[in-house]
């Protein structure tokens, strides 16, 4: 009774090990995969962070059409004070003449009333004095400052060319997330499926592993009983041990494509997971044929879009060129501020003004370099059109071959079905044939790797179908992401 008892706490504390294990594993689908991916994908991170940048860029050029206000301040140390004059100046006085009814200088006559000379000047009778200290001023601490506001009035379309480059940089922007996000989800359904795949061949090389196990079992029996050859024990042993070895090495690439899908969706290597769809049958469905128009699709390529922008953003540039050979036509005003005071004789304060004016500036004279920066930019824009052209030629061959190749996938996996059926029924009338002794080991065994490669060949056709479906999706550019975290 206490061994019965034993026997039951192991029973059950096995069972409770292998719950805890199991309720460890965490179970993720595919869309749970593609949201990890792209929520932690540096590539996503980055065509975010331009994307942002790009916002931010056409933002900053809006505000040139508004008026800026600027100011500015300036301190200087003169080491010498600033003089008008050489030295003490005389300066010759004037009286009024009542006869004459003007004014005349005062000069030194000579007793026949003409005025005397020297070196040919006559020589005043008064002189006033202007010191030279009086025309003396301290700039030795000199104090500026001004606050300027500035309006464009117009700058030759250079401030509408840059809104409308901006305005195309972030819809490019936009239009590379998308591309990036696109690459990761197939990189991600590439990873996820390889996983799923595998899982299905480790069940179908352990399956086979049994079958080789049980007919190595029956064997030696028949060896034993002097039935078999040793010939056929062995054949079998060597067969069983291949069949070991195969399954090993899908044990350790089951393994890799674990870590691989991991670090594609950004989780630790070492992460325990179930895929929702590695324990369960692969449902295919059969897939409609898909009708496209390929007007359509090119609006809805990623790849295009940018190709897009980038021509719109090199006839934009083309305009920025063109504004420079135009006018350009600014008002200010300005309020500025000195100490020394400079209207009122440089004393210790500060004073200002207010000023308003207007800036034009004309291009006369170059010598062709800005119209060949305005050509250059024109033939910049006219290869991204042919670039564009081009790209749009590939999309449709890239369409028209993963439609093939769905249908192709689609055709294939019909067969590899009808293949699994037959080789299922071959192996069972083998293993009957076998018991009955029509058939030898050997006949058994091809049966069996029959079976296998069929069954093989079925689950990498279920896995293409899946894969197809996405490369078309991608194509035609249906393949939306999921939920993106920002």
């Known amino acids: 009774m206490k061994c019965v008892t034993n026997k039951i706490i192991i029973v059950l504390a096995l069972f409770l090990l292998s719950s805890t294990a199991a309720a460890s594993q965490t179970v993720i689908t595919l869309d749970s995969c593609r949201s990890m991916a792209l929520q932690n994908n540096k590539q996503i991170q980055i065509a975010r962070e331009q994307q942002r940048g790009a916002s931010y860029s056409r933002k900053a050029a809006r505000a040139a059409y508004l008026p800026s206000l600027d100011a500015s301040g300036m301190y ?3 080491q010498k004070e600033i003089s008008l004059l050489e030295s003490d100046q005389m300066l010759p006085t004037m009286s009024f003449n009542a006869q004459t009814g003007s004014y005349g200088y005062n000069l030194v006559t ?3 009333g003409v005025p005397v000379t020297v070196g040919g000047q006559p020589i005043p009778s008064t002189v006033a004095m202007i010191p030279k200290s009086a025309m003396t001023f301290d700039i030795h601490n000199v104090f500026a400052g001004a606050v300027t506001l500035t309006q464009p009035i117009y700058m030759g379309g250079k401030i509408r060319a840059m809104n409308e480059m901006t305005r195309y940089a972030e819809q490019l922007a936009a239009a590379s997330h998308n591309t990036a996000a696109a690459g990761v989800i197939c990189n991600v359904d590439a990873a996820y499926w390889q996983v799923v795949s595998l899982k299905a061949k480790h069940s179908l090389a352990t399956s086979y592993v049994n079958l080789l196990d049980t007919l190595s079992r029956n064997v030696n029996a028949l060896y034993a009983e002097g039935m078999a050859t040793r010939a056929d024990q062995l054949s079998v042993a060597v067969k069983l041990n291949e069949a070991n070895v195969d399954l090993a090495k899908v044990e350790n690439g089951l393994s890799l494509a674990r870590m691989a899908l991991a670090q594609v969706c950004g989780m630790p290597l070492d992460t325990v997971f179930v895929l929702a769809d590695e324990d369960r049958e692969i449902e295919i469905e059969q897939l409609p044929a898909r009708s ?5 699709v090119y609006s809805r390529r990623n790849e295009l879009q940018s190709l897009e922008a980038a021509v719109k953003i090199y006839e934009a540039k083309a305009k920025v060129e063109r504004a420079a050979m135009l006018p350009n036509l600014a008002v200010m005003g300005m309020y500025s501020i000195t100490n ?3 209207f009122n004789g440089f004393n210790k304060e500060f004073d200002g003004m207010f000023s308003v004016g207007a800036v034009l500036k004309i291009p006369l004279w170059h010598w062709g370099g800005n119209y060949n920066k305005y050509r250059s930019a024109k033939s910049e824009s006219v290869v991204r059109r042919l670039q564009l052209e081009e790209a749009r030629e590939k999309v449709e061959l890239q369409v028209s071959q ?4 769905a249908n192709e996938a689609i055709k294939t996996y019909t067969m590899t079905r009808s293949n699994v059926a037959n080789a299922e029924e071959n192996l069972r009338q083998a293993q009957i044939g076998f018991s009955e002794g029509v058939l030898t080991a050997d006949d058994v065994m091809t049966a069996q790797t029959a079976w296998l490669k069929a069954n ?7 896995i293409d179908v899946k894969l197809c479906d996405v490369y078309l999706s991608q194509a ?3 393949l939306v992401p999921t939920q993106i975290v920002e």
Not at 292 to 296: F, K, L
Not at 402 to 405: G, N, P
């Open 76 to 78: 200087i140390y003169n």
């Open 476 to 478: 035609l550019g249906t």
């Open 402 to 405: 993963a439609s093939f190749k």
């Open 340 to 342: 020394p005071n400079l």
């Open 110 to 112: 000579g007793p026949n």
């Open 292 to 296: 496209y128009d390929m007007e359509e």
């Open 456 to 462: 093989s060949e079925n689950i990498d056709a279920q």
